[in-house]
């Protein structure tokens, strides 16, 4: 593979990534998750009163529900792809550095967790 070659495959793999970071950057939204996830929890508990009242359940309420919940399961999986290509990169472009694994929840109270500088996310 001569130098010209070499370009013209890294100029493709930078607009390959460059479409799916953008489709990422596009799709996820840590507000619309949590919004969401509130949306589907109101209707669950619109349905819990309703089966306790012995109330006949809306089919589009149940359709709703599984929507939402199709939608949120969508969302987290996208997610996942986004950490997975971001710590792909890392890998790729800092072999020599060990990053920590970045904690989404913590039972920890801020003032006893260690300080850790932790790195931005790529995308």
Excluded: G
């Amino acid at each position: 593979m001569d130098h010209a070659e070499l370009k013209q495959t890294i100029d493709n793999i930078l607009s390959d990534m460059k479409i799916v970071v953008d489709y990422l950057k596009n799709s996820i939204s840590n507000q619309d998750n949590a919004i969401l996830f509130q949306k589907i929890k109101n209707i669950e508990r619109t349905i819990e009163k309703m089966k306790s009242q012995s109330m006949t359940i809306p089919e589009e309420l149940t359709r709703m529900k599984l929507s939402l919940y199709f939608e949120y399961e969508r969302q987290k999986e996208l997610m996942q792809i986004r950490n997975y290509l971001n710590d792909s990169v890392k890998a790729i472009l800092f072999p020599h550095i060990r990053f920590p694994k970045v904690k989404r929840k913590s039972k920890v109270p801020n003032q006893y967790k260690k300080k850790q500088q932790q790195l931005p996310l790529c995308f």
